[in-house]
């Protein structure tokens, strides 16, 4: 059962970005303010470890989210969508006056 999604309007930026960038990677920390959106980086900039989980892959782009954060959240259903409005990161969308964020719902088959 697919744990993330992406609406079409973010995945039109995701594949802007890859575009310019190459491939990335998404990472949802969990922390605080911007650290709780998920974050666009290119691949290999963020270093991953054992308490990063994959959660899938969504334009081609895989999706990692701090298991202490997937603690909260493993009982929903993810989808990223993109919004106006510079959010304080330093995810790859920042620079166009774009940020991504996250709706949930209920896992359910």
Not at 29 to 46: H, N, R, V, Y
């Amino acid at each position: 059962m697919e744990k993330i999604d992406i609406t079409e309007a973010a995945a039109k930026i995701v594949n802007q970005l890859k575009t310019q960038h190459g491939d990335l990677i998404f990472h949802q920390s969990g922390g605080c303010c911007d650290g709780s959106s998920p974050m666009l980086f290119p691949k290999g900039e963020l270093y991953l470890d054992e308490s990063d989980i994959l959660l899938g892959t969504i334009e081609g782009v895989n999706f990692y989210m701090n298991k202490d954060q997937f603690e909260y959240w493993k009982h929903t259903h993810l989808t990223v969508d993109i919004t106006e409005g510079r959010g304080s990161s330093f995810s790859l969308e920042i620079p166009l006056g774009l940020r991504f964020i996250i709706h949930s719902r209920l896992l359910t088959q």
